[in-house]
């Protein structure tokens, strides 16, 4: 088990390369099981669960292989239809292996994920969808267990708008016969990219990423070569790390068009994030501004920078409010972020920030992904040493980020406990 080891107080100064989305790989592996053969996709990231979701594609039988920044997943020979408990646990997307197995092969068994680290994660939707297209769903043994014969088009209103539900419902739909009609369906970028991928797989999929999606199924799909977008999550986490350090950063290859939330709220909180030939660059302001954040579905501001924001609103000069609306228990970060200094209460799911001069560095224990990274950003500016422990969580979504830290100046590195 691996540990970070912060000495804070570095400016950020540089330029660092975003790496490619994990919330758009994922859901484009799972689709490539829709169509027999070799379908390449470029620009994946090297995280933690990509490998996982790799070895998920390789216990249903297909040949997955890496080569640099290209993944190649040939599923020809997928034959065995089933997603076990042991690789399911440790990454709820496996789930996205549900809509494309009962599209291309009438059956499928996968174990239910269960909660995570911030609370219960219900695939009910998912389920729900699935039999609307005409599957026979059941649960046993802590598997679900679906069958069908050729799945049908449907009308499916969505009452959440779920980005995992979304993205199974335009996967089993490229494969139904007939028309499927998605309303308030979930409209992050990955999904528009995702229906992108469908598309020249060869289903018809329109208004993908607009809340509402039509798909004309195909009786088959072909093998296709995708590039993944950039990853904004990743992308924001960086614009928190300058500006908490009063950096100055170019984000290479980060999107605009895919954090308009995020870069409204830092303008708000005072710093200066502008456009440059492609690239975000990004400027930390000498004091912040308090914010209130509501999270919200996309185009809201994204519940995966809440802990990130919370560790920059812990240096804003007052009092800011955070409402978590997508997963109100996810606030883990919480306790830990107190230990490095962070003054916060928690009322439910709302958190109230009261910005402090300076925070101290400590051991921390990171306890889920964007938890953990909003522990590094606080280590950043923190006095003196901070070590976070249990750092597998963060390298399930975060490619090198020592490396690309200490490429801007950090003083961080990774020590093998
Ligand atoms: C995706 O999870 C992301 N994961 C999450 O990112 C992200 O936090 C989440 O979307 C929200 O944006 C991936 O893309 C792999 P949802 P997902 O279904 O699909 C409720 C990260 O840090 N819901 O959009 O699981 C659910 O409880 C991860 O990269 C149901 O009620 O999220 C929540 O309140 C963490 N029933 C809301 O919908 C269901 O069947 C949105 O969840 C499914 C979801």
């Known amino acids: 088990m691996d540990k970070i080891v912060v000495a804070g107080g570095k400016r950020l100064a540089g330029a660092v390369d975003i790496s490619g989305a ?54 020809s ?27 291309r092969f009438g059956q499928a068994r996968v174990s239910l994920p269960g909660g995570c680290a911030w609370g219960p994660r219900p695939v009910n939707l998912h389920l729900k969808i699935l039999e609307e297209m005409g599957a026979h769903v059941e649960i046993q043994h802590g598997y679900i267990m679906a069958r069908a014969g050729k799945l049908q088009g449907a009308l499916i209103d969505f009452d959440v708008s779920s980005v995992g539900a979304t993205a199974n419902a335009m996967m089993a739909a490229s494969l139904a016969s007939g028309n499927t009609l998605l309303r308030n369906a979930a409209r992050e970028p990955e999904i528009e990219a995702l229906g992108q991928m469908l598309s020249s797989m060869g289903a018809s999929v329109s208004g ?59 303008a708000e909180a005072g ?16 004091s912040l501004v308090p914010v209130n954040v509501t999270t919200s579905p996309y185009p809201g501001f994204p519940t995966d920078m809440q802990a990130q924001f919370m560790a920059l609103l812990s240096l804003a000069q007052g009092t800011s409010v955070i409402t978590e609306t997508i997963f109100p228990d996810r606030f883990t970060h919480v306790p830990e972020l107190r ?27 990171a306890s889920d992904l964007r938890a953990s990274a909003a522990l590094v950003l606080a280590a950043l500016v923190a006095q003196g040493e901070t070590e976070i422990l249990r750092v597998y969580h ?24």
Do not use: C, W
């Open 22 to 75: 994990k919330n758009a790989a994922l859901p484009m592996m799972a689709a490539t099981i829709l169509a027999s053969g070799e379908s390449t996709l470029l620009n994946v990231p090297h995280l933690k669960d990509v490998s996982t979701f790799s070895d998920v594609l390789r216990v249903l039988g297909a040949r997955v292989k890496r080569e640099g920044n290209s993944l190649i997943i040939d599923t």
């Open 77 to 103: 020979s997928i034959e065995h239809l089933e997603a076990p408990y042991e690789l399911v646990r440790t990454m709820r997307a496996s789930i996205y292996v549900l809509g494309p197995l009962l599209a």
């Open 208 to 266: 993908a990423g607009s809340g509402t999606v039509e798909i004309q199924g195909a009786k088959t799909l072909r093998a296709v070569r995708e590039r993944i977008i950039p990853d904004r999550i990743e992308a924001g986490t960086y614009m928190v790390a300058t500006a908490m350090t009063g950096g100055k950063v170019t984000l290479r290859r980060a999107r605009a068009d895919h954090l308009g939330a995020v870069i409204d709220k830092m």
């Open 271 to 286: 710093v200066t994030i502008r456009q440059e030939a492609g690239n975000l660059v990004v400027e930390g302001p000498t």
């Open 339 to 365: 230990r490095l200094g962070v003054k916060v209460t928690l009322d439910a799911n709302v958190a109230k920030i009261t910005g402090v001069k300076r925070l101290s560095g400590a051991p921390v224990m």
């Open 394 to 417: 963060i390298d399930r979504g975060y490619e090198r980020i020592e490396e690309k830290l200490r490429g801007l100046g950090a003083e961080i590195q990774r020590v093998r406990v």
